[in-house]
């Protein structure tokens, strides 16, 4: 008998750390996407201020070298303002999304993606396809769920 509550406890834990139950144990993994989906959104209707909004008031951003850099929303927005005045997205998409959550009430998360991108170069007059990869950590700030850290990955 004590095996039997001993697994169905188990059982319980686990399915509540994976988000597999139902109820306030899950784990908030479409929220996490959701900021994914409206990053994607943003980026092909060329709003930088929805862009901006995915991020915290100031964010890290960890470029290929290495090196961190301090950014701000207004930054960021200045920063997608002119990549879109040089390119026009078809394609904007996150795959391969993995997220894992941490913190004491599980509020950060680590995501890992792709990004494929299909995009015309005004700057070049050609179209081009891309497959970027990435990591982010967001945080559950003010109960919205933002991006404190960018790291280019390749």
Same mark, same amino acid.
């Given at each position: 008998?004590?095996?039997?509550?001993?697994?169905?406890?188990?059982?319980?834990?686990?399915?509540?750390?994976?988000?597999?139950?139902?109820?306030?144990?899950?784990?908030?993994?479409?929220?996490?996407?959701?900021?994914?989906?409206? &990053? +994607? !959104?943003?980026?092909? #209707?060329?709003?930088?201020?929805?862009?901006?909004?995915?991020? $915290?008031?100031?964010?890290? @951003?960890?470029?290929?070298?290495?090196?961190?850099?301090?950014?701000?929303?207004?930054?960021?927005?200045?920063?997608?303002?002119?990549?879109?005045?040089?390119?026009? &997205? +078809? !394609?904007?998409?996150? #795959?391969?999304?993995?997220?894992?959550?941490?913190?004491?009430? $599980?509020?950060?998360?680590? @995501?890992?993606?792709?990004?494929?991108?299909?995009?015309?170069?005004?700057?070049?007059?050609?179209?081009?396809?891309?497959?970027?990869?990435?990591?982010?950590?967001?945080?559950?700030?003010?109960?919205?769920?933002?991006?404190?850290?960018?790291?280019?990955?390749?």
């Amino acid at each position: 008998m004590r095996r039997v509550v001993l697994v169905g406890l188990v059982l319980l834990v686990c399915v509540g750390l994976a988000g597999c139950g139902g109820g306030g144990g899950t784990l908030p993994t479409a929220e996490v996407s959701a900021v994914f989906d409206r &990053y +994607s !959104q943003a980026a092909l #209707t060329e709003d930088s201020e929805l862009l901006a909004s995915c991020y $915290a008031a100031s964010f890290v @951003v960890v470029d290929t070298t290495g090196q961190s850099h301090q950014v701000t929303r207004a930054m960021c927005i200045d920063a997608w303002n002119i990549t879109f005045g040089l390119i026009d &997205y +078809s !394609q904007y998409e996150f #795959t391969g999304m993995q997220i894992t959550f941490t913190g004491p009430n $599980a509020d950060r998360a680590i @995501v890992s993606a792709s990004i494929n991108v299909t995009g015309y170069s005004s700057w070049t007059n050609e179209w081009y396809t891309n497959t970027l990869v990435g990591q982010w950590e967001l945080q559950k700030l003010d109960g919205q769920w933002l991006i404190v850290k960018e790291k280019q990955l390749a």
